[in-house]
């Protein structure tokens, strides 16, 4: 066992875990976007860097892989920290504006605009779909070509693959493509609705409809 | 050939190639580096020795192809032993000339010597050329001296002995203490100490390890490791196999990139030649040491000079990189500890090993020891391949080597470090150039690039031209690298293009550190460097090109127009025929006009003017 302390709380953590499993254990939420339970760790969307202090120096490292370690002072929500995650998702807004797990993330995060030109690309490339089928569908079908501005997720040379048995887990595990968000309407605009919307399909089917499918309805109503 | 297993074999063998060569027989040396192959110096070597066969001079007079001897811009280069006189510029028709009057009746040709523009002075022989007097060659210093191709030249000079020194007299600890003394670090760019790297790597439990060379240079404008590995690829070799004894690895790989097609013939020789003699392959020097070296090519990306993604390259993985919280030296090629260094690095370690820790502590600065290697390019009279000793000031580079400016014109910034380097304004010319030093200043040692920049040059078009190579060269795989140099490409190429509003300079600060500190990598974190550099040494520029729309250096096509000067303009109609948009018009022997609806600035006509009537605003 280790001892660290995360935002000055002193906590006791496996050797070998990471520093974002050890903050979410002790419920302190880290964003992330690329990172799942049961997958290796890939650092590439950077939303869970966190300031650690190891006495020597202040930096910022990926929680998702950097393992915990003896003494080291975590900060999970520095201004610096806090400021940059903000325009890492304003970068992935501009690519994705629909996605509906960027704008409640945005609206969480309290971004308001999108600065940039606006594109309208599917996939983030967090590379989840990827590793879900080499690793936990034994399965490979899918990979990156490309480098750069180029890379996309395909099949090998692009044709239907063989060993894919259309199981549909890179569908199930994809944080953007599979929920839309229906309430943007201009381009820039963080829709926040869902986060403040009064659940009106709840008298009607009983149930909360958005949390499978954002069906916009909600919105709409309160523009009329 | 009897494989070399004792030093004592090795001293007979050199002392043999002494005895046989004779210091005193006249030898020609002609540079075959890539910068003098390009002005033709393979013609030059064939007409040597067509010339010398026709004279029937082969017992006395030798001609011998060696590497880049750094000088690059007064190619093909010609050096003749044993006095040293310094040939410049030699064309295949020069060679009876020099065969018969310098190296048959030692006169020297004077109209191939090299004139120093400071003096006006012909100087006659290679060390006194202003360019090399101020250089201090370590690493470089034998490129010119010798042929890659034959192992006896390196042996004949003293190759080897470091190796025969280190396994037979010193134990894997000293050799790491020796190296941990000197200071010597890593040369790629990083400079992390490489004595504490090697001890960590020997430290890292586990029974396999591995030595990798890094020769995947990248950058534009910078050639040192390419010269290196042309011209002396034995002390790469002998750098490895030291490092590999002393770590206890006994598989190394040399990872050069698939664009040098003679380092990796040269290196390829090099290694067969090693394994012929002993120096690799089993039980080195009856050390019971082994150890093999296999080259891999790189596919051209340059993500794969970065360490991790170099090992996942050699795995046959994409080349990317990885988070290195837990280090190659621990963790490297196929998850075994790995110690990967520069070449000129491993190139260094057997210099350290001959003379001593305490001689190369002596050279350099407190913190950053030996020389730094830069390839001086862009707007210089002496381009070349540069050696100093860390410290030497940027100003004693770029003037006293460099020999100052291009067409006397002012100097404006000078980028180190290739792309991801920062941009150095003239009011820190004084600068030493260190490790330390340069990234204080925002720019960074890197693979060794030095882009020196003139007056004409517009700054945010640099930033432009360095993002645009970045974003192609990213690896995708992280979102502040892929999303934020798109992004800010995006800003600066519209505010060269004068579409950008005084607040989107904000916004680039903000993109650029962000990028700096969230990157996965050292590509992507060191990628905003000239952005970041640009805008804290030439936010004027930045501010002409948002405010006033206009590009002071005159570069920026959409912010700049092309007049004609009534004074100047004598009519002649140069410019008029070569507008290639019909965009002059002008009768003959009057004043010529520029229609700025119809021109698309190309500049044809300022460069066709004899008189200077052309001006930019």
């Known amino acids: ?224 | 050939m009897k494989k070399i297993r004792t030093s004592q074999e090795l001293k007979a063998l050199r002392n043999s190639l002494l005895q046989r060569r004779d210091p005193n027989k006249p030898c020609v040396r002609v540079c075959l580096g890539t910068g003098c192959r390009a002005r033709g110096s393979a013609d030059v070597v064939e007409a040597f020795t067509n010339e010398i066969k026709k004279q029937d001079l082969e017992i006395q007079v030798d001609c011998k192809q060696t590497g880049c001897h750094g000088f690059c811009e007064r190619g093909p280069v010609v050096v003749i032993r044993p006095k040293e006189i310094f040939y410049q510029r030699v064309k295949p028709h020069d060679v009876p000339e020099i065969v018969s009057k310098t190296l048959l009746n030692g006169e020297v040709v004077d109209s191939l010597l090299y004139t120093d523009p400071a003096s006006g002075q012909k100087v006659l022989y290679e060390y006194e050329v202003p360019f090399y007097k101020k250089q201090a060659r370590l690493v470089l210093a034998n490129n010119g001296r010798i042929d890659p191709t034959n192992i006896f030249d390196y042996i004949a000079i003293g190759g080897y002995q470091a190796l025969a020194k280190a396994i037979t007299t010193m134990s894997c600890e000293e050799v790491i203490d020796t190296v941990e003394k000197s200071g010597l670090r890593g040369l790629g760019g990083g400079g992390f100490p490489t004595g504490r790297k090697w001890r960590l790597c020997r430290k890292a439990p586990g029974d396999v390890k591995f030595v990798i060379g890094n020769g995947d240079e990248g950058d534009p404008g910078a050639f040192s490791d390419r010269s290196l590995m042309e011209a002396n690829p034995h002390s790469i070799l002998e750098g490895m196999i030291i490092g590999a004894y002393a770590i206890g690895a006994n598989q190394g790989y040399l990872y050069v990139r698939a664009e040098y097609p003679l380092a990796l013939k040269h290196l390829q020789i090099a290694i067969d030649q090693a394994r012929e003699y002993g120096f690799l392959g089993n039980n080195i020097f009856n050390s019971g040491f082994n150890l093999d070296i296999k080259i891999n090519r790189g596919g051209g990306a340059f993500v794969c000079g970065e360490s991790s993604a170099l090992v996942a390259s050699i795995e046959s993985k994409m080349g990317e990189p990885r988070a290195k919280y837990i280090h190659t030296v621990e963790r490297g090629l196929w998850n075994k500890p790995t110690n990967i260094n520069n070449v000129k690095t491993w190139a260094s370690v057997p210099l350290i090993i001959n003379n001593g820790a305490d001689w190369y502590a002596k050279i350099g600065t407190e913190k950053s020891k030996g020389t730094a290697i830069f390839s001086l390019v862009g707007k210089v009279n002496n381009t070349g391949l540069v050696e100093v000793p860390m410290g030497t000031p940027l100003k004693d580079i770029i003037y006293d080597i460099g020999g100052g400016i291009l067409e006397g014109k002012k100097f404006k910034a000078v980028q180190t470090g290739g792309p991801s380097g920062g941009c150095i304004p003239e009011e820190l010319l004084d600068l030493p150039v260190d490790f330390e030093r340069l990234t204080e200043a925002g720019s960074m040692m890197g693979s060794g690039g030095m882009i020196v920049m003139d007056e004409d040059t517009c700054m945010v078009d640099v930033a432009r031209y360095f993002l645009d190579f970045l974003q192609y060269e990213s690896c995708g795989k992280c979102v502040p690298c892929r999303e934020g140099i798109k992004r800010m490409l995006e800003i600066i190429t519209d505010i060269t293009a004068g579409r950008g509003k005084e607040e989107v300079l904000e916004i680039l600060q903000e993109l650029a550190e962000m990028v700096k500190d969230f990157s996965l990598c050292g590509l992507g974190q060191t990628a905003p460097n000239t952005v970041l550099s640009t805008l804290r040494y030439f936010r004027d520029e930045y501010n002409a090109h948002v405010r006033d729309k206009k590009c002071p250096a005159g570069i920026c096509k959409d912010l700049i127009e092309y007049f004609i000067l009534e004074d100047k303009c004598i009519g002649c109609g140069a410019c008029l025929k070569l507008c290639s948009q019909k965009a002059i018009q002008g009768d003959p022997n009057k004043l010529h006009i520029i229609d700025h609806a119809k021109c698309i600035r190309c500049g044809i006509c300022r460069d066709a003017c004899p008189y200077e009537a052309i001006m930019v605003k």
């Open chain 1, 1 to 224: 066992m280790v001892t660290l302390t995360i935002n000055g709380t002193k906590v006791q953590a496996e050797e070998g875990s990471t520093i974002l499993e050890v903050a979410r254990f002790y419920g302190i939420d880290i964003p992330t976007l690329c990172y799942h339970d049961e997958l290796t760790p890939y650092g590439a969307c950077r939303l869970c860097m966190v300031e650690i202090d190891d006495g020597r120096r202040t930096r910022l490292v990926a929680s998702c892989l950097y393992p915990v370690k003896e003494g080291i002072k975590v900060k999970t929500n520095t201004e610096r920290v806090v400021k940059k995650r903000k325009l890492i998702l304003e970068l992935l807004l501009a690519r994705c504006p629909n996605s509906k797990t960027l704008q409640d993330l945005a609206s969480e995060m309290g971004l308001e605009q999108v600065r940039f030109k606006m594109e309208n690309e599917d996939c983030i490339l967090c590379g989840l779909c990827v590793r879900m089928c080499a690793e936990q569908m034994g399965s490979g079908a899918i990979g990156f070509v490309g480098r750069g501005q180029k890379r996309e997720v395909v099949t090998p040379f692009r044709v239907a693959s063989e060993i894919c048995r259309n199981c549909g887990a890179c569908m199930y595990i994809c944080p953007v493509v599979e929920l839309q968000c229906r309430g943007v309407k201009s381009p820039g605009e963080i829709c926040n609705s869902c986060l403040v919307f009064t659940p009106r399909c709840l008298e009607k089917y009983g149930q909360v409809m958005c949390t499978l499918d954002s069906c916009g309805a909600c919105v709409e109503k309160e523009e009329k």
